[in-house]
């Protein structure tokens, strides 16, 4: 079949949809009267009480911080300041897709909007990434000098093997946890019961998007 | 505008262009329910952008600017969030078509099967180009320039004749 005939073919159907579709007046009058949202107008009120809690949440530990810094254990004080610094960055993603809500505006060009959609959805995998990256902490915020100076070698090696692992573990599911393993049987399990999919088939429209963008432009 | 001219001058616009709204969803969704879903999604946001459409564009640009991004966005919801509050139980758009089916049908069957399997930009540029859409207009819904339309253009053009002469 010719390209023509594929054109004339589509003509055809296009005059068959004039005669035959038909508007359902009193459906589509009842959308105009209800109080109707934006696509993404769900996403804020989360955000927001996030973005809220975060920094409420970082102020108070940057208090203990600031005001406990010369007498409380340095392990405390340096797993407070890590901790603080990685909810930082996740509260500037979440920050960062609240201005990509406001911006997303659907009446845009088809790739504008699409490549903010995707940017929003496809940051939720770094905040899960800089979260992976407290496990050490967790390991180490407890140690104290009177730990270190009765402890046995037990106790010792207990705990070289706990933070050694957690850290291993929190730098390869940082580097790891990706687009690219999403086919891994790890990454599934990990993720079995949240609602990846969305998250997942942006990134894959991201990369889309790029391809689309680029090809057929002299590089 | 009072709520009535507005509503009344929207409804107009939707039946000029169901069209396009009909195309558009039966691309993107192949299962009865989600269609109904998605054209009800698609006139919710269309009549929430009603009163921001800039004459600079044509109204036939606006509405498809509106439709691909809805549909676009529609499978990556996590739920199937409903705008209002009660799902309307009817659809918005129906087909009467009763003629039975000939080859022309099974012809078109096959193009629109081909849409579906699409990737999502493609299909859009691929409905705009079987719309006879120009350039200018092309790269005004999907927001590439006109000489990255007609590369394009020519790609599609490619894989449809690619797609027909394999079956």
Known sequence: MENTDIINLWKAYDKKLEENLILNRKNAEEI?????????????PMKI?????????????????????????????GSAIIHVLLTKLAIGIYLYQLILIYQVKINETVLATQDKLVRLKSSTLWVARFSFLQLPLWTIFYW???????????????????????????????????????????FRNMMSGIEWTPILKSIELYREIEEFKHEGVPQ | MKPDLKSN????????????????ANSYCTNNDDRKDLVQEIIVQLWRSFDRYEDQYKQSTWIYRISLNVAISFYRKQNRRKAISNPLSDSILSFADTSPVSETETNLALLQQFISELKELDK????????????????????????????????????????????
């Open chain 1, 49 to 77: 009480f996030v973005i809220i809690t975060g920094i409420l949440w970082v102020l108070f530990v940057d208090g203990i911080v600031f005001n406990f810094f010369k007498i409380a254990s340095p392990f405390l004080i």
């Open chain 1, 144 to 186: 104290n000098k009177s730990m270190l100076e009765h402890g046995n070698i037990w106790l010792f090696a207990i705990q070289f093997i706990f933070t050694v692992s957690f850290t291993a573990i929190s730098i390869w599911l940082f580097f790891n946890f990706n687009y690219e393993n999403r086919d891994k049987k790890w």
């Open chain 2, 9 to 24: 001058e929207f409804l107009e616009v939707v039946d000029t262009y169901k069209g396009i709204i009909y195309k558009v």
């Open chain 2, 124 to 167: 859009a540029l691929m409905l705009l180009y079987l719309d006879e859409k120009s350039h200018k207009e092309i790269s005004e819904i999907i927001g590439i320039t006109e000489t990255n339309v007609a590369t394009k253009i020519s790609r599609i053009k490619v894989l449809l004749k690619q797609k027909f002469s394999s079956r």
């Open chain 1, 32 to 44: 105009t009267r209800l109080k109707v949202q934006s696509l993404l107008s769900s996403m804020k």
